[in-house]
């Protein structure tokens, strides 16, 4: 995605949300230094991240306790898996290692690490305040591809995106997805704080400016999606 088209919503997301451009910018640097020193068998391509999309179907989780349950509705196999945080963790519980895993470090980061040695593309994200956490965890894995809110660096991107999920669903349509599925999604969750709240606010809008008009985008269960005639086809479940 070109970031004078993400610009705009960036610098709205940041106005809603109190948050600090020159610490998400800061925090991309110190990704994009931690990357470069590392291993070139330790980084993964955005060749590889197009090779594991380009016109397959996507099957996007969310960490909504309602994962587990949804997984039984589809045949995993059938999908290139695109796990937000947190779900790689309920999915490698299931037996099912994530194709890619899109995080910003805040969820099960052991999980996340066996994943990634297991051949998981991690999608790490800096933004403002989870620089100690990049500095500490990012070494460790592998397989890693660096993103960002912010201005685009030549090894941390920006696919588009805010929150884990709706960032697996911008990168899932940016690699050329053929379909994409979601599951584990709750945008009305009650039990989350306010700060939460309004980051899944933010996620619904911004999945829908990615999936409006698109055709190939379904949800399961509590799931939600769109459809349209922008090339994307619709996936049965």
Same mark, same amino acid.
């Given at each position: 995605?070109?970031?004078?088209?993400?610009?705009?919503?960036?610098?709205? /997301?940041?106005?809603?949300?109190?948050?600090?451009?020159?610490?998400?910018?800061?925090?991309?640097?110190?990704?994009?230094?931690?990357?470069?020193?590392?291993?070139?068998?330790?980084?993964?391509?955005? +060749?590889?991240?197009?090779?594991? %999309? +380009?016109?397959?179907?996507?099957?996007?989780?969310?960490?909504?306790?309602?994962?587990?349950?949804? *997984?039984?509705? %589809?045949?995993?196999?059938?999908?290139?898996?695109? $796990?937000?945080?947190?779900?790689?963790? %309920?999915?490698? !519980?299931?037996?099912?290692?994530?194709?890619? /895993?899109?995080?910003?470090?805040?969820?099960?980061? =052991?999980?996340? /690490?066996? $994943?990634?040695? +297991?051949?998981?593309?991690?999608?790490?994200?800096?933004?403002?305040? !989870?620089?100690?956490?990049?500095?500490?965890?990012?070494?460790?894995?592998?397989?890693?591809?660096?993103?960002?809110?912010?201005?685009?660096?030549?090894?941390?991107?920006?696919?588009?995106?805010?929150?884990?999920?709706?960032?697996?669903?911008?990168?899932?349509?940016?690699?050329?997805?053929?379909?994409?599925? *979601?599951?584990?999604?709750?945008?009305?969750?009650?039990?989350? !704080?306010?700060?939460?709240? =309004? =980051? *899944?606010?933010?996620?619904?809008?911004?999945?829908?400016?990615?999936?409006?008009?698109?055709?190939?985008?379904?949800?399961?269960?509590?799931?939600?999606?769109?459809?349209?005639? +922008?090339?994307?086809?619709?996936?049965? /479940?």
């Amino acid at each position: 995605m070109r970031f004078e088209d993400w610009e705009p919503l960036y610098l709205e /997301i940041i106005r809603d949300m109190g948050y600090n451009r020159v610490l998400d910018e800061e925090s991309a640097r110190v990704l994009s230094g931690i990357i470069s020193g590392m291993p070139s068998s330790k980084i993964a391509s955005i +060749r590889r991240l197009e090779e594991l %999309v +380009r016109d397959r179907d996507v099957l996007v989780c969310g960490n909504a306790p309602t994962l587990k349950g949804e *997984l039984e509705q %589809v045949q995993p196999d059938d999908f290139c898996i695109i $796990a937000a945080d947190g779900a790689a963790a %309920v999915l490698m !519980n299931q037996g099912i290692v994530p194709h890619i /895993i899109v995080t910003d470090l805040d969820g099960d980061v =052991k999980a996340e /690490i066996e $994943a990634s040695q +297991r051949g998981a593309v991690m999608v790490v994200h800096g933004h403002g305040d !989870n620089i100690p956490i990049i500095s500490s965890i990012v070494p460790k894995l592998y397989n890693v591809v660096g993103s960002t809110q912010a201005v685009p660096l030549a090894n941390v991107h920006n696919f588009g995106g805010f929150t884990d999920g709706d960032r697996c669903v911008f990168l899932a349509r940016e690699l050329g997805a053929s379909a994409i599925v *979601l599951i584990g999604f709750d945008f009305s969750d009650p039990h989350v !704080n306010a700060t939460k709240i =309004k =980051k *899944l606010e933010w996620a619904r809008k911004l999945i829908d400016v990615v999936l409006e008009g698109e055709a190939g985008a379904v949800g399961v269960g509590g799931g939600a999606g769109a459809a349209g005639d +922008r090339g994307l086809k619709s996936q049965p /479940i």
